[in-house]
């Protein structure tokens, strides 16, 4: 078995009272069985409090109440979980252990990412130097589970492989190593639906073509549209990109030029940055694949994530004249827990990206502006 992870994982420590969000907020927790066990034999005091703080959602499995304000029931004043504070870490259920840790298994390979919906783990992905994986093989040698492909996941071993590579040339600009990563799926996708899972380590990658004249502003106004028509987890993140989606289109074309000029220049480090989420959303999406053929759309949603992100971070600096890391983490955060955490949200925009005609990534991608 193959243990697989960002290197910057093991950098990381939980905020706890001094986050600048919390992860005890909108999501309704399942309590896992065992944890459920384990609480009715809690001590005295807090036996009752979970009591109290436990219902059963839509669904009948149990969850923690979520207070009118979206946050935990069992959240103290201080940003505290009353049981890590009260009884110790090891009570906690198995989702807020977890977490911000999400660990995909194959059978033959484990591979575990930091959510960026968690603003420390964005913070320590945003500071990486680059997106350097580690990775241990206890010599076991198991196949993948029933059900994995295992020509396939091969073959989006190699392909992903190909891909990081493909986002680590940082000599090229971000927008034409995007274009060519969607080439590239779109090539190994070809492979995919034919079921040529063998043939996907001969993916060539060929210098991308893009027909018409695209526009990356146009690209982002369909994004913003997109994003805003999806179910949110939070009512200001659609209002948010709403508001953004005005002040874009209210650009003219000599403005929106000027604005991306003055934007790189004031924040060198934005393509360094947004290199690195593309990587993260490489590194946890792509192989995916494996559930339900869908590649080439699991490209386009990391090229439309880079696209979506560097607008909404010109427009805040354009309104606030400054964008400083915390903003730039608070804006990637909100994008991963409204789309990478919302299960429809992202098969929706991966399913729909697929349409190429319809969305048009390589001429956007490709054109020459500024
Ligand atoms: S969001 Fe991250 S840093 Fe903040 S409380 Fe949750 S795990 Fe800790």
Redesign the pocket.
Known sequence: MVYRQPEYNRAFR???GA?P????RDWEIVVDEGALADYRAAPAGLREALADALAPDGEGEVCFRLRPDGFCALLTPEGLCTIQRDWGEEHLCAHCAA??RFTEEYGCLTETALAVS????ARLLMEAADFALEEQDDGGNQPPFDGVEAELLAGLEATRARALALLGEREEPLWRRLAWLLAFADRCQDYVDFGLYGQLARCLLEPPQAEGAGSLRGLALALLDACAALEPLRPAWPALLRRRREELAGLDGEGYRRARREFEAACPDWEGHLTNLACYLIFRHWHKTVNDDVLYGRAALVGGACVLLYHLCLLEWRERGALGPEREIALWSAFSREVEHMEENLSALAQGFYDLEKWEFLPALMAREP
């Open positions: 939980c905020l706890g986050c969000d919390t992860c005890c977490y911000p968690c603003p420390q783990a």
